[in-house]
């Protein structure tokens, strides 16, 4: 099983900031990894796929980047709406697995 | 609007069984493998099952195996999930997710609840 960490397990920033979010997965999953954003009660949504690819509608100050076993997650200028929970997930290799989520809160 | 919506969670004694369903309103459904994902309350995601477009190939997570059952009807647009022997560890909030084999979940329902306790 790939298991995937990410870091940090929290991060604080301010609004405008640029913050950035990593996962590492314990063996290479390719570019076979998705990010995902959810708010508090609602589901997960699609950001990333392919490690970089933005999924429909997804603004530009998302981007990704990595392969292999190293991944990161930029939001170039953080909006009030993208204070949330941030998940990794590779679907290179069964089962499909998750990271645990870095939440990115306001400073 | 392209959407999926879960219904039949409920409290279920340990032991117990209860069947979820989904149903797709506004894709083509029998294109598109499908899976359900667990949130434990607080807690992160979890891939349960998943099953391809035609529903012969299926699979699960070690968590579930011998367990739990899904299974798809696609002239009802419909994915299932038979969930049996329930414990007090499979209280989650399930949701239905487009995707399986080939790439990322692209759609998401809203989830419907499972708690199981005596």
């Known amino acids: 099983e790939a298991v995937m960490t990410q870091y940090p397990a929290t991060l604080s920033v301010s609004p405008g900031e640029r913050a950035t979010l990593s996962c590492r997965a314990s063996?290479?999953?390719?570019?076979?990894l998705a990010w995902y954003q959810q708010k508090p009660g609602r589901a997960p949504r699609l950001l990333i796929y392919?490690?970089?690819t933005r999924a429909t509608a997804i603004p530009a100050r998302f981007s990704g980047s990595g392969s292999g076993t190293e991944f990161t997650l930029t939001i170039s200028s953080l909006q009030f709406e993208d204070f949330a929970v941030y998940y990794c997930q590779q679907y290179n290799n069964w089962p499909r697995t998750f990271g645990q989520g870095t939440k990115v809160e306001i400073k | 609007e392209v959407q999926l919506v879960e219904s039949g969670g409920g409290v279920i004694r340990p032991g117990g069984s209860l069947r979820l369903s989904c149903v797709d309103s506004?894709?083509?459904?029998?294109?598109?493998?499908m899976s359900w994902v667990r949130q434990a309350p607080g807690k992160g995601l979890e891939w349960v099952s998943g099953?391809?477009?035609?529903?012969?190939?299926?699979g699960y997570a070690d968590f579930v195996k011998g367990r739990f059952t899904i299974s798809r009807d696609n002239a009802k647009k419909s994915l299932f999930l038979q969930m049996n022997s329930l414990r007090a560890e499979d209280t989650a909030l399930y949701y239905c997710?487009?995707?399986?084999?080939?790439?990322?979940?692209?759609?998401w329902g809203q989830g419907t609840m499972v708690t199981v306790s005596s």
């Open positions: 099953i391809n477009r035609n529903g012969d190939n299926t």
């Open positions: 506004g894709f083509t459904f029998d294109d598109y493998g």
């Open positions: 063996q290479s999953v390719s570019s076979n």
């Open positions: 997710a487009r995707g399986y084999i080939n790439g990322p979940f692209d759609l």
């Open positions: 392919g490690a970089s």
